[in-house]
């Protein structure tokens, strides 16, 4: 079974359908057609273009996994507002399957298998004060919650201020 052979995809956090045809030894464009089989018949979701994981591996994805996953999606991006201040435990509001990211890109969201993600696009100039924490990209402390209430004072950001310690 093809299913089997592709197993070692799932210690990936994302694959691509090049990958797939590497694995399986298939042309690129028989690869792509069996990721979007796969994906109808729920055994991958799909990220984004070309952008795949295993459905077993998504179950247990961590919220740092979670996070490199947020940085991909949008290139670039960092984490930041209410998810990276819940992170530096700085908010008694504590989200799950939601997660905020700064962008200079487009403001965008992003449901995949249930999780939300959420992009805020930020001029150039504001783009800054954020760090690489393992293997994702996330606002410093301060950062975060400049960011908030800058989107915020333009009506583009819900924020709670009493929920920041």
């Not at 994805?61 to 530096?88: C, D, G, R």
């Amino acid at each position: 079974m093809k299913y089997l052979e592709l197993r070692a995809l799932e210690s990936r956090l994302y694959f691509t359908s090049q990958d797939v045809a590497d694995i399986l030894g298939i042309k690129p464009s028989s690869a792509t057609v069996l990721c979007s089989r796969y994906v109808k018949n729920g055994l991958f979701i799909r990220l984004k273009k070309d952008f795949y994981v295993m459905k077993e591996r998504w179950q247990r994805n961590s919220t740092s996994e979670f996070f490199q996953i947020a940085n991909i999606l949008q290139v670039p991006s960092y984490i930041s507002l209410m998810t990276a201040l819940s992170f530096y435990e700085l908010t008694t509001q504590v989200q799950r399957e939601f997660f905020e990211s700064v962008c200079i890109k487009r403001t965008a969201k992003y449901e995949v298998d249930g999780v939300l993600f959420n992009f805020y696009k930020l001029k150039r100039v504001l783009y800054f004060d954020f760090i690489k924490q393992g293997d994702f990209f996330i606002a410093t402390k301060e950062k975060a919650l400049l960011d908030a209430i800058y989107l915020y004072s333009f009506g583009k950001y819900s924020f709670d201020v009493s929920s920041v310690d």
